[in-house]
């Protein structure tokens, strides 16, 4: 049974500050990881993808994945209210994805 | 671009009734998931479809199925609900090809509540 697992949190941040989520997963042959944030009452939205080690930024996300450790992060840099959600870490495997049951991120202005 | 629709956006379903729910995705997408989404369990693969053919299901019991049309809209149906059966389902777009690896994005979720 593969599995992803997160800290359910909640993390709590004051605005400014960086965010670190993380994620471990089970399945050693994984390529392909995404995070995905979810506002409450919402569905999912892709916000990072990676698929080789190391370290992935876009703006102020950055993805970064270590195939060795098995283990996913995704760093939010200069955290704003806004990015109050929770985030699911998800891993790909044949025509699907396991979720992990996220992490509630809460951002203090 | 459209974005993946999900039709309706509630329901109120009976316990024993059957249910159906739609789902067109994006433009191009040929592969289509479906997810439960429950407070105790999060985000559970129900099945995934791919040029009309079920190519993977999850651990659901056969009361939950689904199909592909040929347009790639798809639809799943749940029959002789339970109460259990109360969660916010949803579908994802993927153009995925043989791997499923691609990136997928998620409608908006159909909020299915049965009494």
């Known amino acids: 049974q593969k599995e992803v697992e997160q800290n359910s949190g909640p993390l709590s941040v004051p605005e400014g500050a960086i965010a670190s989520l993380n994620c471990t997963y089970s399945?050693?042959?994984?390529?392909?990881f995404f995070w995905y944030r979810q506002y409450s009452g919402k569905s999912p939205e892709l916000i990072m993808s990676i698929y080789s080690n190391g370290d992935k930024e876009d703006g102020r996300f950055t993805a970064q994945l270590n195939k060795a450790s098995q283990y996913v992060s995704l760093l939010i840099r200069d955290s704003q209210p806004s990015d109050s959600a929770t985030y699911l870490c998800a891993v790909a495997g044949y025509s699907t994805l396991t979720f992990g049951k996220g992490t509630m991120l809460l951002v203090s202005p | 671009k459209a974005g993946v629709t999900q039709t309706p956006r509630y329901l109120i379903k009976t316990r024993g009734q059957q249910v159906t729910l739609s789902c067109s995705p994006i433009s191009g997408h040929r592969s289509v998931s479906w997810y439960q989404q429950t407070p105790g369990q999060g985000l559970q693969f129900l099945f995934e479809y791919f040029s009309e053919t079920q190519r993977n299901k999850g651990n659901f019991p056969g009361r939950f199925s689904g199909r592909q049309f040929s347009n790639s809209r798809s639809e799943m149906n749940v029959s002789t609900l339970e109460l259990g059966d109360s969660a916010l389902y949803l579908c994802a777009s993927s153009p995925a090809g043989h791997t499923g690896s691609s990136e997928a994005f998620f409608g908006q979720g159909t909020r299915l509540t049965v009494v």
């Open positions: 399945d050693r042959v994984s390529q392909s």
